[in-house]
């Protein structure tokens, strides 16, 4: 007991040990003073920063808008609208930069596309805006940052003006401090180590492989000058699409289809299901081979999807395969013609009647299978549900569905394909979301991955335009984007719908 009350607590240890750091004539209420002036310099700064740290420039043929931010690796992040990001070890320090390319110049561009020549040019001129673009960033930042600290410290020590400048100073040797670490790190050959994330994952060499970029080339600019014109040529698709913007109440569906075991689509359909805000995934069939007992763990990769995901049966999928997608939390399987409502759209759907691993697929004939799909139709007209989008494996299967809903989604035949039925429903094939999958091994030109973002008016529910993915498989590296309007198909449909006057699709 004596010991115990002899051993000096660890209070008074901590104590003994500041009064051995800190000089004796150094009081504690100094210590604390000085601490919070640099506190309110830091917040200050960071709020500054985060009002002015930003700017808005083209760089080239690409419009681009810069920030600077609090950053633990430092670094750059370079943002590709949807197609992903690219991620630059550029620096060291406190603060990072984010650019953000917003939009092609379309008219630097296509003069770049037309003559070759002016590619010559074009090292100097990226160039000279990045060099341009940092410099204004940096700038504005560093103002930015010590306004903040300036207007914080007013505001927290009024009128007393040493303490102000006190500040003031900290945020200037901090700005100094970081702008120099910066400067001292600087790594001029990060472009050709960036990190790929988004649709770039799948396909980096859309934006040039990172060797062959600064194979020959001696600086930073040069390396710069290459990115710029290749994400140039990649913005050139998107800006040649037809004019359709989605307004923020669009719904936004993508249509994906005979993945065959192939988990790179996975990794596919999260990163569009983010870039495209996406409210709904629809999967028309063929998500296995063989429908075995070990493919059914290949679907668990559903649940890591943020959004509903609703699927109906093809004909290489097994009950067991359904039923272990119909186990994902945020999956729905549709079957038989039940009709249900998801993301504000009505759907409806059957699987495939066949399952070929088991060579039943030699006991249902084209006729049959369209037969099957005539009956579910009726089912779905007399049961007055009136779905938007019917969803079936086979488009065979689908052509009972015509003038019974405005949209058939199907699948099956791995080529992407869409066409307007005599009763004005359009019907949509899908190609193969999953390139087919390891039996594209087998062929000499191996199949691309394919997969389409459909834009459904939120009052209507009607199709309004599609975006048709398409993304180089084994081996190949591109990628595609074509936009689509459809307008008529839409008018042609409720005209046919009105017609019916003894329809029960006419309603009551």
Known sequence: ????????????????????????????????????????AVVGAWLGLMVGGRDSTPIGPVNTHMTAHFSWSGDTEIRVGPLGTLKLDTHEGPIGVTVTVDALNVTDARTIFEDPESLEGLEQWVSADAKDAIIRLVIRSAVSALLGAFILSVLVYRRKARRVAFVCGTAVAMITATIGTAAWTWNPRSVSQPQYSGLLVSAPSVVGNAQDIVAGFGDYSRSLAKLVGNVSKLYDVTSTLPAYEPDPTTIRVLHVSDIHLNPASWEVISSITQQFDVALIVDSGDISDHGSKAERRFVDAISDLPVPYVYVRGNHDSKAIADAVAAQPNALVLDDGVTKEVAGLRITGDGDPRFTPDRSVERASNEEVAAVGNAVAAGVRLAGTHPD???????????????VVPLVLAGHTHQRSTKLLPEGTRMFVQGSTGGAGLRALESETPLPIQCSILYFDATTKRLQAWDDLTIGGLGLSSAQINRTLAPEETKRFEQYSRSQQADPWAGP
């Open 1 to 40: 007991m004596l010991d115990r009350l002899r051993k000096p607590s660890t209070v008074l240890v901590l104590r003994r040990g500041l009064r051995r750091l800190v000089p004796r004539w150094v009081p504690a209420r100094r210590i604390a003073g000085v601490v919070g002036f640099v506190l309110v």
């Open 389 to 403: 989008i019917a969803v079936v494996h086979d488009p065979t299967q689908g052509t009972g569905f015509d003038g």
